[in-house]
């Protein structure tokens, strides 16, 4: 049996005699379509199918999706890190940092009240100030 057989390399796993044991229950002459079934696309005798290259086009697909996986996984690994030592913090100084977190939080409220106290006043000065040529008209017209 030749090394070859599949017609695509041995990047399937299929390469060697000993890759095709899930061909034991038939010949393969006149059964190709027998192959598939639940072993899918990636089975051994199998690529002749289709276009040629389908076969190469599924497994640069699957790289992708495994390059996908394997960021989502470092990702994911990064979360339950970030958890933990979260955990860890709260468990021995969490209520310091909360304290902390309450004064600037204060600090930046207090800011916050100060500058919308300033606009308002700024904003009825404004409106007096557009009454003062109608004022100043009035006290005119009096003389």
Same mark, same amino acid.
């Given at each position: 049996?030749s *090394?070859? *057989?599949?017609?695509?390399? $041995?990047?399937?796993g299929?390469?060697g $005699?000993e #890759?095709h044991?899930?061909h034991?229950? *038939? *010949?393969?002459?006149g059964?190709?379509h027998?192959?598939r079934? $639940?072993?899918?696309?990636?089975? #051994?005798?199998d690529?002749?199918r289709?276009p040629?290259?389908?076969?190469?086009?599924d497994?640069?697909?699957?790289?992708v999706?495994?390059?996908e996986?394997? /960021? +989502?996984?470092? /990702? =994911? #690994?990064?979360?339950i890190?970030?958890?933990?030592i979260?955990?860890?913090?709260r468990e021995?100084i969490g209520?310091e940092l /909360?304290?902390? =977190?309450r004064?600037? =939080?204060d /600090? @930046?409220a207090?800011?916050? @009240?100060?500058n +919308?106290d300033i606009?308002a006043?700024?904003e009825s000065r404004?409106?007096?100030?557009?009454?003062l040529? =109608?004022?100043?008209a009035?006290a005119?017209r009096k003389?």
């Amino acid at each position: 049996m030749s *090394h070859h *057989h599949g017609g695509h390399g $041995p990047s399937h796993g299929h390469g060697g $005699p000993e #890759g095709h044991h899930h061909h034991e229950g *038939h *010949h393969h002459e006149g059964h190709h379509h027998e192959g598939r079934g $639940p072993h899918g696309h990636g089975a #051994g005798g199998d690529e002749h199918r289709g276009p040629p290259d389908s076969g190469f086009l599924d497994l640069e697909m699957s790289k992708v999706m495994y390059a996908e996986a394997a /960021e +989502l996984a470092k /990702e =994911a #690994g990064r979360e339950i890190m970030r958890e933990a030592i979260k955990a860890r913090l709260r468990e021995r100084i969490g209520a310091e940092l /909360e304290a902390l =977190a309450r004064v600037a =939080a204060d /600090e @930046l409220a207090d800011d916050l @009240l100060a500058n +919308l106290d300033i606009e308002a006043r700024i904003e009825s000065r404004r409106q007096a100030r557009q009454g003062l040529d =109608a004022r100043l008209a009035d006290a005119l017209r009096k003389k």
